[in-house]
């Protein structure tokens, strides 16, 4: 059971470039979450997603699109990079919104670079 | 605006002296309080639910407790091995959206032998 997977773990970019991060979570979740974290901020929602075929808007969404064609993958992508994007991206799912299990499960990060 | 603040930023303990990090929030409508921790390089491990005042959870040397306004984590007797920085994170409820989860920038604990 890997649990969150995500992939690349590093990344350097030039600015303008773009890409695209993966997520993969194998405990058939309903909820998936991408996060950025930066020093000092704490953990900032981008975008989630609460089923297959759905995406939404978090905090701080500009800048970055998303797609969750299939229940187990959650994309990031960004299309234009800019150096603001440097930061450590974190992705997360969660099975349900009852009272139970919500807690969310997250990845291993990827460290993003955008020089 | 919802808000969720923790204190210490960084905290320094002996081995063996116990002590408590706080999580301060001002959301409306609170679904849920939850613990992480973090250690360097990897993603949040999970600790901790809360979901009303009075409520208390453990586990080995951490204690959770939540008020109306505030939780805490209450380590007894640190080891070395408790150092990570914890996080806090608050499920609020908008509506019918409850999936707005607001995280503290955390407290990073630092245990010496």
């Known amino acids: 059971n890997a649990g969150v997977t995500q992939t690349p773990k590093f990344r350097v970019l030039k600015t303008g470039q773009s890409m695209t991060l993966l997520c993969a979570q194998d405990?058939?979740?309903?909820?998936m979450y991408w996060y950025r974290q930066d020093p000092g901020m704490g953990l900032r929602l981008i975008h989630y997603s609460v089923g297959e075929g759905t995406t939404a808007k978090g905090e701080v969404p500009d800048g970055y699109n998303v797609s969750r064609l299939k229940k187990q993958n959650f994309l990031l992508g960004l299309e234009s990079a800019a150096p603001s994007q440097t930061s450590v991206y974190f992705c997360?799912?969660?099975?349900?919104?009852?009272?139970?299990?919500?807690?969310?499960?997250f990845g291993q990060g990827t460290r993003l670079t955008v020089v | 605006e919802d808000q969720v603040t923790q204190s210490p930023e960084a905290l320094r303990l002996q081995e063996g002296e116990s002590s408590s990090l706080n999580c301060s929030y001002t959301v409306s409508g609170l679904r849920g309080l939850f613990w992480y921790r973090q250690d360097p390089g990897k993603g949040p491990e999970f600790l901790f639910t809360?979901?009303?005042a009075g409520e208390e959870k453990e586990k080995e040397r951490l204690k959770a407790t939540l008020t109306k306004k505030e939780s805490f984590l209450h380590i007894t007797a640190p080891k070395p091995e408790d150092s990570a920085t914890y996080l806090c994170?608050?499920?609020?409820?908008?509506?019918?959206?409850?999936?707005?989860?607001?995280f503290g920038s955390g407290t990073k604990l630092n245990v010496k032998p």
């Open positions: 809360l979901y009303s």
């Open positions: 994170a608050v499920q609020a409820e908008e509506g019918n959206n409850f999936n707005k989860f607001y």
């Open positions: 405990m058939n979740h309903e909820y």
């Open positions: 997360a799912s969660r099975l349900t919104q009852g009272e139970g299990n919500t807690e969310a499960f």
